[in-house]
Structures are given as C-alpha cells and as structure tokens.
C-alpha cells in the first residue's frame, strides 16, 4: 500500500510564510497527481492546489482563486514529495490541511488510486 506523510504546519502570523510537505511512500509504481485541500473550522473541505505529472522537466499546476499569487505548489518526482509555499498568509487561510495523492501501485498498476494525508494544522494569528 500507499501511505502519506504531511509536514510542515503550525502557527504563523498574519502576512507570514509556511511551507508545508507531503512525502508518498510504499509500493509505488507511479505518483499522478498530487494536491492539497483544506479545511476549516464550520466550512467544508475545498481543493486548495493541485499538480499533475508530466514529463521530466514540466508539471501542470492548479490553484483555487482566493490562494492565487499567495501559494505555490511543486513537486518533487524523485522523492514522490509534494510542497505548498504559503506566503503572506491571511487568517482566513487557518484550517487543516491535507495532501493527497492519485497513485499507481503494485496492487493497482496501471489504475490510480487516491490516499490522503493526516492533516497538518496550519493555524495564521497573531
């Protein structure tokens, strides 16, 4: 199987930087997408970002509107890693969030499947 891991959240202030991680390990064959939602406190869950592989040198990325030109999602395809760079955080952007990953493992080659992370909390106050 696939597991997840999220690092990297914690308490910033308003109009400071975070950056958070999200490592996939396990029987990996192939990591396709890879992404971030979040979610706060009485709202639903909302896509945050999102990066699709494509070949060695190019990724497509994804953004939800409110985070444009704020934060910045990358990958790195060697260490199956995703990242989002948080910069000039607002307290609005307080929430848990949570990676994911679309996968093609041993047990599902060539289908994807999708896991989460944990959740890390991110939390922007003075």
């Known amino acids: 199987q696939v597991q997840l891991v999220e690092s990297g959240g914690g308490l910033a202030q308003p109009g400071g930087s975070l950056r958070l991680s999200c490592a996939a390990s396990?029987?990996?064959?192939?990591?396709?997408?890879m992404g971030w939602y979040r979610q706060a406190p009485g709202k639903e869950r909302e896509s945050v970002a999102l990066?699709?592989?494509?070949?060695?040198?190019?990724?497509?990325?994804d953004y939800v509107n409110s985070v444009k030109g704020r934060i910045t999602i990358s990958r790195d395809n060697a260490k199956n890693t995703v990242y989002l760079q948080m910069n000039s955080l607002p307290a609005k952007d307080t929430a848990v969030y949570y990676c994911?990953?679309?996968?093609?493992?041993?047990?599902?080659?060539?289908?994807?499947?999708?896991?989460w992370g944990q959740g890390t909390q991110v939390t922007i106050s003075s």
């Open positions: 994911y990953a679309k996968v093609a493992h041993r047990g599902s080659w060539p289908k994807t499947e999708t896991f």
């Open positions: 990066i699709i592989r494509g070949d060695a040198t190019n990724s497509a990325a």
């Open positions: 396990g029987s990996i064959v192939s990591v396709r997408t």
